[in-house]
């Protein structure tokens, strides 16, 4: 349901989103994979996961979620399409007060 809600999603941020434990998630998330339901992509050391539009019953399955996501109550279902990221840390070379970095 999170990744269908989302769009894709990493197993931290699905564990932590149904206050479950990584371990399991990680492994279903495995076997999906492994089934060809969803694919994965490293994005730095993160794997994220996403449906396989490859997949032949694709159509049908995002029906039976969507199906599915209109019987949460409206609350449940507004924080999870909320889609929260923090934005990346900018890193910067100069040291405060100092001289801007050559090159």
Known sequence: MFL???KEGYA??????FATDLDPIQKQLD???????LVSRMAG?????TF?????FLRELQSLL?????FYPPEQRESLVMVRRR????TSRRSPGGPEPMG
């Open 4 to 6: 269908f809600a989302r």
């Open 12 to 17: 931290r941020e699905i564990a932590r989103f």
């Open 31 to 37: 076997k999906l994979e492994l089934g060809g339901v």
């Open 45 to 49: 050391r993160t794997r994220l996961y």
């Open 52 to 56: 396989n539009p490859r997949y032949p």
């Open 66 to 70: 969507e199906r599915g996501l209109s």
């Open 87 to 90: 934005p990346k840390t900018r």
